[in-house]
């Protein structure tokens, strides 16, 4: 598969190999990086990509969330557009951020006030520097398997470079030892923060008890609860929380919420929030040149001027359905491969047993997921080179119908490697 891929490429090999000169790996962002180089991506339109080499793709990756609205959404682009007409460099307070905040609470109710960021990563440094000054402790409970950014990784197999804190890591939807995580340094912990998904570990839903769990023994032993919502805050009109029914102390937010832009959000409780207002003596200090820029700001109130409850309410049912219809074919197949994931996130496993945390995620077939992937990208689907899957809002039934018919010709195909 990978000599097809290399003899299918030659343009994007060139690129990376030009690209390494300058930059290691060719690139600035380590997820991208796959053998044995990766596509360079030319152009994007709706649920489409061409890649250098001229050949067309579904996009079913949909920039790891962020691309929800497909490429080049009339509307945003309208909101960008306004925006550079109006100067983008205003270096003050402006017309659009205070709107914007209003839209990102108003949509999140846990969310009593909100800070705005560039980054996901950069909004969860801010929520356990917040949750480390609020209690006045050092340890962070995080989950193995979890990615918060590209400094809060906890991925297998990864040397983290995580930004200094007292890490305490514990096994995702493992009740009992999470528990004896919480007698052992309950009194020590600033914060438990935790994705209610892992999205980068592979699509693994938090099981109720566990989040339920956490949010009981934070409340009980003083740590903030910081829910990580910068993938998960697209499967319900209030995000993953307010369909799960658990009020995080602080949640963090990113990708589509920016329109595409580049965008993090930090928010929630009033009195941790206000910890941030200039006028007290003891203020925190939050600054960053482009937090409030306002491409950003007007692409982000367009964006969720789009998504109304019933289209993201929508786009989860079309996701549910795919997965459903997925699995079925791997159960009609009798191959060990499962799509896990909720609403319009998903991700493929080439394992028989469920996957419940981040190891479970990382034991699949490893050179069955690489053949997948290179399977889907000769059948015209793009995907994560890890197995991730989004469906954004161009991605409709049709575009569905078209994956199906890839994974199905992709298991006749492979039958024999899979059984
Ligand atoms: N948290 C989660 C759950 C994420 O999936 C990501 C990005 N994949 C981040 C944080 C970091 O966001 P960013 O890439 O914008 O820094």
Known sequence: ???????ANPLSRARYEAACAVMPGGNTRTVLFFEPFPLCIARGEGCRLWDADGHEYLDFLGEFTAGLFGHSHPAIARAVKDALDNG????????????????????????EAVRFTNSGTEANVLALATAK???????????????HGSVLSFARGVLPINV?????VGTYNDVAGTEALFDAHGDELAAVLVEPMLGSGGCVPAERAFLEMLRARTQRCGALLVLDEVMTSRLAPGGLQSELGIRPDLTTLGKYIGGGMSFGAFGGRRELMDRYDPRRTDALPHAGTFNNNVLTMNAGLAALELLTPETVRELSARGDALRTRLNRLCTEASVPMLFTGLGSLLTVHFTARPVRCGADAASGNAELKELFFFDMLTRGIYLARRGMMTLSLPNGNAECDA????????????RSLLL
Do not use: Q
Request: hydrophobic share 55%; aromatic share 12%; charged share 20%.
């Open 403 to 414: 994956l199906l018919v890839a994974v199905a010709s992709f298991l006749e195909e492979r």
């Open 133 to 147: 000054v609020a209690t006045g402790r050092s340890k962070v409970l995080v989950f193995d398997g979890a990615y």
């Open 1 to 7: 598969a990978r000599k097809a891929y290399t003899d």
């Open 88 to 111: 983008i460099l205003l270096s003050g307070h402006n017309m659009v951020e205070a709107r914007f905040a209003a839209a990102v609470c108003a949509r999140f109710p846990s969310l």
């Open 164 to 168: 200094p804190h007292a890490w305490v």
